[in-house]
């Protein structure tokens, strides 16, 4: 799509032009939407995952500038990938999924892993990019506002939600210019969560809808509005942002 083209379509001036927005976990759900519409705003995007053939299709479909196929946990791996960037505006972090188990059915040995996971993967990120990224750009890293009530075999994901907000709030001082910000999801609508709920997903979105205050299922396309809003709103760092359509407010 032309500059000409996306101005005409949304009668203003695209947001994000002349902006580089990196989206890690950009094949899929979240990340793909954010990075669709950071694509509609202007943005050259380079999109990042494992698989390399969902991350070409990924690519192709909203004409991202580049690719980088790799594992977002190994340390050496981020290294290079940031190490090879020129200069960004955004990194949207979307990749991972959440841990869930009673503490009996835990593997022992890969528990240090499973919590460390998110936080240091949002460390690593933030000591790669601090450098990459132009001042007022910002970092965006994904949690969830579920996990904030207690519940059998939430342990592990309701101790990480608690600890990223701190996190967050501490690397915005620690990595200023740069913002550093958080998004807190319910239940949003994408292959993940369709994943994890198998043949109970249709159950699933009836439930929310009927319960939630907004009356339909959060999807992907809302996440990444608000996305797109913390990328462009400069006023923002440090802020855990909650989007789930009210569902912590009637534990759905
Ligand atoms: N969906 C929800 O209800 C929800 C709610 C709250 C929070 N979140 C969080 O939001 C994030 C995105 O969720 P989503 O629903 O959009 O998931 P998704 O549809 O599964 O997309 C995840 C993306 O991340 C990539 N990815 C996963 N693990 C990776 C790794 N280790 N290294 C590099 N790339 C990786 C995936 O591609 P590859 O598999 O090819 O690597 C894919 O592009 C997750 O962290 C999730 O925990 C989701």
């Known amino acids: 799509m032309s500059t000409a083209t996306i101005a005409s379509a949304i009668h203003r001036e695209p947001e994000l032009l002349g902006q580089t927005v990196v989206v890690i976990g950009g094949s899929s759900g979240i990340g793909l939407e954010t990075a669709r519409q950071a694509r509609a705003e202007g943005a050259k995007v380079i999109l990042a995952a494992r698989d390399p053939e969902r991350l070409?299709?990924?690519?192709?479909?909203?004409?991202?500038?580049s690719t980088a196929a790799f594992d977002a946990t190994d340390p050496v791996a981020l290294e290079r990938f940031f190490g090879d960037l020129p200069v960004i505006d955004h990194v949207m972090v979307t990749a991972g999924r959440p841990y869930y188990g009673r503490l009996v059915e835990m593997d022992l040995a890969k528990i240090r892993d499973v919590i460390g996971q998110h936080l240091v993967q949002a460390l690593y990120v933030a000591r790669n990019a601090m450098n990459k990224v132009r001042p007022g750009g910002t970092l965006i890293f994904?949690?969830?506002?579920?996990?904030?009530?207690?519940?059998?075999?939430?342990s592990i994901a309701g101790a990480v939600t608690a600890a990223l907000p701190a996190l967050i709030a501490n690397l915005a001082l620690e990595i200023a210019p740069v913002r550093v910000n958080l998004i807190a999801a319910g239940f949003v609508d994408t292959p993940l969560s369709a994943e994890l709920l198998g043949d109970q997903l249709e159950k699933r979105r009836n439930q929310l809808r009927t319960t939630l205050p907004i009356g339909r299922v959060v999807g992907p396309t809302d996440v990444a509005e608000l996305a797109v809003h913390i990328m462009t709103n400069t006023a923002l760092t440090g802020g855990t942002y909650d989007i789930d359509g009210g569902q912590q407010l009637v534990a759905a």
């Open 142 to 154: 994904m949690g969830g506002t579920g996990g904030r009530r207690p519940a059998i075999g939430m």
């Open 56 to 65: 070409k299709h990924a690519a192709t479909e909203i004409d991202a500038l």
